[in-house]
């Protein structure tokens, strides 16, 4: 075992040794010993948390995407709320308050439940000029074949002369 000179503070140290026991400093050329590893820094771990949560949200959402879309005909089924549920009824009132009472009756004419039904009540003037709109959502089940009513209330603009019932989304 040799001695060497360590090149911070120039004591004494084995030429075995992989740091100097009085300042720490690495000593270059020793026999058997390893480079020191690098660490990983955090900044490595969380791209690599990003990376994952990204890749899991694609292939998760690529599964959503793909259920209950095939068909013999290779045709979307029961999966378009739009085309599958229909507003067969349409009542609505609005007291003196100048609240508005809204019946609505909905068909699903497709082939699967849906569920959480989300429309725009959409009110005109008489000349047909858009007076506004609300977004509703019914927490409600809507079964295949069945018709539901649902019921909302809230204050109507101003002059509301018609009014139009359009459906957004459904789960």
């Not at 013999?72 to 029961?78: D, F, L, N």
């Not at 809507?142 to 649902?150: L, M, N």
Request: net charge positive; glycine share 10%.
């Amino acid at each position: 075992m040799a001695l060497v000179q360590c090149p911070e503070c120039k004591r004494e140290v084995s030429s075995k040794a992989s740091t100097c026991p009085h300042c720490g400093h690495p000593i270059g050329g020793a026999e058997g010993s390893t480079p020191a590893k690098k660490r990983v820094g955090y900044g490595m771990g969380c791209l690599v948390l990003i990376g994952l949560f990204i890749v899991v949200s694609v292939y998760t959402e690529s599964k959503r995407a793909t259920t209950g879309t095939s068909g013999s005909s290779g045709t979307s089924v029961g999966t378009d709320p739009e085309r599958d549920l229909e507003v067969t009824n349409h009542k609505w009132t609005i007291n003196e308050y100048g609240r508005a009472t809204h019946t609505i009756k909905i068909k699903n004419n497709g082939t699967r439940t849906y569920k959480d039904l989300v429309v725009n009540i959409h009110y005109h003037a008489k000349t047909g000029a858009s007076l506004g709109y609300e977004t509703v959502t019914f927490y409600e089940f809507f079964p295949v074949g069945k018709t539901i009513t649902v019921i909302t209330e809230h204050v109507a603009p101003t002059n509301s002369y018609q009014t139009a019932v359009s459906i957004i989304t459904a789960q």
